[in-house]
């Protein structure tokens, strides 16, 4: 066994029960028995995955859990716990990852032995004064380490997005960003070490002027912050525009990597009834653009938006659309199905128009006549296709 490599028995888990714990570069695994249950933290001991009885759990930041797991039909499962449960269930797993530290007695666990309920209380407000919010990311960046050079997005009119109605646009300048990296540098500590991309948030980072970019760049590098694997943001279709082919060819070798674009439906009449700017066509021409440029492009369609009325055209405008995109190998085309949220704007259009929403098989059905219509731009290197549940987001 490797000196990473560690096993105890605790009494009431009995001696056909060992706990092993490895010690990697950037997580802690914690093996109860020879499957599971089964713990990850990050180097700061925070809570990265659980696998208990057949079901998945992850803490977010804010110290809300949310619960996975697969039903009838092998159905995807999910359900946020309530405070009381994600408390029994934390205090538990790090009542048992304390005594397995202290048992071991390897200095690089004790990180483990500083987590209780009133200690993940206090870091969840810790977090919030570090962050925004951080609303939504695409699945591919759950694991980016966050830096928010702009709070809310430039537009925040679309009929079916709240992620950002709490807060106006802001773009933060270089000093702010500064105090920001020290800030989300300290609430890391050396969990750093799991982050592996960067992602500018919130929406439309990339919206702000060169100048205020390049002084973020500035920033990033001194701080030492910019990982191999580069950086990530979201932009809309009309804002691509703003910048230009040189701008967009400085920005890749800086280090953008790949944005992400809502398309959400290439029938244009749906994206009016949305109150989205722009057309499908713009997608294809902000899409083309980036990828000439050497940055490459996510797609995001939204599955089921436009009920029953607009089923038909989405699924047509969807396919031509994505049809026309050079997307290829490194490119990801993502497919959301969309939540109403009682109170929205989209549910109150939606009823207005006499919408039926669709059933979640229909939604399933409408995706797989999208995916089933596409022909990649480059047959040999297709884009990466994906599910984005909205409802699995958690930071
Ligand atoms: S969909 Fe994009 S542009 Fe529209 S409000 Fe949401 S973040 Fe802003």
């Given at each position: 066994m490797s000196r990473d490599t560690f096993s105890c028995a605790l009494p009431e888990l009995g001696s056909d029960r060992p706990v092993t714990v490895r010690i990697r570069p950037q997580v802690i695994n914690l093996l109860v028995g020879a499957e599971a249950p089964s713990y990850s933290f990050d180097l700061s001991g925070r809570l990265i995955g659980a696998f208990v009885a057949g079901r998945n759990y992850r803490r977010g930041f804010d110290n809300r859990v949310l619960e996975k797991w697969s039903g009838a039909n092998a159905a995807r499962q999910r359900r946020w716990l309530s405070a009381a449960e994600a408390q029994t269930f934390l205090t538990g797993l790090y009542d048992l990852a304390g005594r397995v530290a202290g048992q071991v007695g390897d200095l690089r666990l004790a990180v483990l032995r500083k987590w209780d309920w009133p200690a993940l209380q206090a870091d969840a407000a810790r977090f919030a004064q570090v962050y925004r919010p951080v609303s939504i990311l695409p699945p591919d960046q759950y694991l980016a380490l966050v830096l928010q050079a702009t709070e809310g997005c430039s537009y925040n009119r679309c009929a079916f997005c709240d992620f950002y109605r709490d807060r106006p646009f802001r773009v933060k300048s270089p000093d702010e960003l500064r105090a920001h990296i020290e800030a989300v540098r300290a609430f890391f500590g050396p969990a750093?070490?799991?982050?592996?991309s960067l992602f500018l948030a919130d929406a439309n980072a990339l919206v702000a002027p060169m100048p205020r970019i390049r002084g973020w760049l500035d920033v990033i590098e001194e701080a030492r912050l910019l990982p191999a694997a580069g950086i990530y943001s979201f932009i809309d279709a009309f804002d691509v525009h703003r910048k230009t082919q040189a701008d967009w060819a400085e920005l890749a070798g800086r280090g953008v990597r790949r944005v992400y674009i809502g398309l959400e439906t290439g029938d244009d009449v749906l994206l009016r009834f949305l109150r989205k700017p722009g057309s499908a066509s713009d997608v294809v021409d902000a899409v083309t653009r980036l990828k000439a440029a050497g940055v490459a492009a996510s797609a995001i369609v939204m599955t089921g938006i436009g009920g029953d009325r607009y089923a038909a055209g989405h699924v047509t405008g969807t396919v031509a659309a994505l049809n026309t995109l050079p997307l290829a190998a490194g490119d990801i085309v993502y497919f959301s199905p969309f939540v109403d949220h009682p109170g929205s704007e989209y549910g109150q259009l939606a009823r207005e128009a006499g919408l039926r929403a669709l059933t979640e098989v229909e939604v399933a059905a409408q995706e797989a006549a999208i995916r089933a219509g596409l022909r990649p731009y480059d047959p040999a290197h297709p884009p990466q296709c994906s599910r984005y549940d909205v409802r699995e987001f958690i930071y």
């Open positions: 750093l070490a799991l982050r592996k």
